[in-house]
Every structure is written in structure tokens, then in C-alpha cells.
């Protein structure tokens, strides 16, 4: 199958070619970006050289559907949610990473991204895929946000088996420079970042209310979580720490269980049940491994996740739902020994 990419030569497009490349159904096919069109994918990122002389061409729907079998959507958000009309209405598949299709609530997207949401009746059609839990089949995927999946990953055991108090929960995450894009600014510049941790959109991140949306499947009364972004000087890698208050006679026991009886059979969950991950063991990889450690004196959980935020943060889980989609093995193309050292 030829899959479409628009937004290439962004870190996630790119990342999306890596993978398909070493797929063994998905192959590439036309590849799309708004402002660098004019050359070879090779010309402008020339590790790809006698990989793929493809040309990057501009934004043509019509193109895409009569040369591909599907289009992933690697474009900032603001940007799919104006385009994916075309191809919703010839039933053409759409993987879509950016985070117009997400949340269902339209002022909700208003609020958070500060931009015009898409209509309704798309956002109907669009299926919120998280490949661990989502089971609905659709044409339309919203792929889910880097930090969200390592919160969501970290937070469902305990959440689906009411064993922390909702109020309590606090998420901490870290992340990668990769994860701001490749357009300039001050904060992602080599001399504010090196050496140094910021940290940013306290109380303000876009993926608190797709966290919450996708929690409240499991419990209603989750309503709210403190939640902290902050970026690190790693190239790549989402460090998620959670601290919540684990209820009154649950056991560090029921904890561990309730992790293992939810990831028993995700093949990209790995459970570390006596040391604590760290980002470098899955760099370049899609999984997730997460760790815990309890304080019994005051009864607070601490749990660590960590992702490649490239990978099961973006590309490796649109791959990921491909492969579900596709009803092909969901590790297909994706079992990468990481980067290590």
C-alpha cells in the first residue's frame, strides 16, 4: 500500500518516512509540503540519499487520492482540519497527527489551540485512535498527542480500576526539542536550551483536555489534573512523571496487577516492576516502558513513563494504528531494538 505524507519535512514526517521504509506492506508514496516543494526529499535531507529521490511536491488532494492508498497528515495543527473535507467525502483513509480532529468538544479546540475548529460532523466521523484501548475502525484517525501518550499510558491502569483519588493527580512531563517543531524561536535556540530546563504553558497545554476526554471513558468523575510541560536539552524522548494519593487499603500489590492485567498483551508496554525507565531505552523505538515506586507513609504513587516522542509520540503510533487499521499484526514494521548507547 502507497501512503501519502503531507507536511514531510517536518520532524514527524520525516520520522514517518524512516519507519515505512523499513515496513513491510507500506511503501512511499507522493510526498507533500506547503513550502518546501521545489526539490528532491533527498536534496533537502541528504541522509536519505540513494534511499528515495522522490520529489516533494505541493498540496494536490486529488493527486493524493489517485496515486496513494492512504494519506498520513504531519502538519501543525491548524492546518488538516481545512483539508481532510476531501478526502472524508470519498471515504479516503486519513491518519491524522496533528491535533485538530482530537477533542469533540468544539469551544473546548477553541480554548486550547486559540483557533476555528473544524465542523462538527467531522469531528463525528473522526475516531480518536489509541491503539492500546480504541477498537472502533474508521476511515478518519486523529492520532493521539506525545504527551498525552505517555500520560494516558501511565494513568489508565490506575484510573479503570479506581485505585488513586482523582483529585490528586499531578503529571510532570519532560520533553525532547524535537517535540517543538522545526520553526525558529527563542526558546528552542541551542543557547537557551543547552544546559538549561524551562519550563512552559503551565496550566495551559493543549493536550490536558485530550487527556481528560480520553479518561473519563474509564471513570466520569475525572474532571481535572495538574499538569506541567517542560523542555529538556535531549533531541528526542518524553520523561512522564505521575504522583497521585493511592486510596485507603489499596496495596502496592493491586497496583502492579492492575498494570500488568491492562498491558498484558500491548506488545509496546513494557512494565519495569523493580527499577525505573529511562529515556535512552526507548529512543528510536515505539514503545513505552513505565516504572513505580510507592511511599507507604504518606500513600503517594509515583509512576514513570517514557516515549520517543517521534515515534509513540507521533509516528510510530500513526504506523501503529495503520497496522490496526490494515488488520495486519499492530507490530509490523515497528519492533526497533533502540538507540543504545
Excluded at 480518536?128 to 475502525?137: G, M
Excluded at 494513568?155 to 517543531?181: C, R
Amino acid at each position: 500500500m502507497k501512503a501519502a505524507i503531507v507536511g514531510v519535512t517536518g520532524y514527524t514526517g520525516i520520522e514517518l518516512v524512516r519507519l515505512i521504509h523499513q515496513h513491510p506492506v507500506l511503501t512511499l508514496g507522493t510526498l507533500h509540503s506547503h513550502s518546501l516543494h521545489k526539490n528532491s526529499i533527498s536534496e533537502i535531507y541528504p541522509h536519505l540519499q540513494q534511499l528515495y529521490k522522490q520529489e516533494v511536491e505541493a498540496y494536490d488532494a486529488e493527486k493524493i487520492m489517485a496515486c496513494n492508498d492512504l494519506v498520513f497528515f504531519a502538519t501543525p495543527s491548524g492546518i488538516s482540519k481545512d483539508l481532510v473535507a476531501d478526502f472524508v467525502q470519498n471515504d479516503f483513509p486519513v491518519i491524522d497527527l496533528s491535533g485538530d480532529l482530537r477533542l469533540k468538544n468544539l469551544d473546548s479546540y477553541r480554548k486550547w489551540y486559540q483557533k476555528e475548529p473544524t465542523t462538527q460532523e467531522m469531528i463525528e466521523q473522526a475516531v480518536y485512535a489509541f491503539p492500546e484501548f480504541t477498537i472502533e475502525k474508521s476511515n478518519l484517525l486523529a492520532n493521539p498527542g506525545c504527551y498525552a501518550t505517555a500520560a494516558i499510558l501511565a494513568l489508565v491502569p490506575l484510573v479503570q480500576a479506581e485505585l488513586i483519588e482523582l483529585d490528586t493527580i499531578i503529571l510532570d512531563g519532560k520533553s525532547g526539542l524535537s517535540g517543538a517543531g522545526k520553526q525558529l524561536s527563542d526558546t528552542s535556540h541551542y543557547v537557551t536550551v543547552d544546559e538549561n530546563m524551562s519550563m512552559y504553558k503551565l496550566n495551559q497545554h493543549q493536550h490536558i483536555p485530550e487527556i481528560i476526554q480520553f479518561l473519563q471513558q474509564f471513570d466520569q468523575k475525572l474532571t481535572t489534573l495538574q499538569f506541567t510541560t517542560s523542555l529538556i536539552p535531549v533531541k528526542r524522548g518524553i520523561f512522564m512523571t505521575l504522583y497521585a494519593k493511592v486510596k485507603s487499603g489499596i496495596t502496592f500489590g493491586q497496583i502492579l496487577q492492575a498494570y500488568q492485567q491492562a498491558y498484558e498483551n500491548k506488545p509496546f508496554v513494557r512494565l519495569q516492576d523493580d527499577s525505573l525507565p529511562e529515556l535512552r531505552q526507548v529512543i528510536g523505538t515505539n514503545f513505552c516502558d513505565i516504572g513505580f515506586g510507592f511511599n507507604e507513609d504518606n500513600r503517594v504513587l509515583t509512576v514513570v513513563s517514557v516515549i520517543d516522542n517521534l515515534v509513540k509520540g507521533a509516528a510510530g503510533q500513526a504506523i501503529q494504528n495503520f497496522n490496526k487499521w490494515a488488520e495486519l499484526d499492530e507490530t509490523s514494521g515497528l519492533m526497533h531494538v533502540p538507540l543504545f548507547p
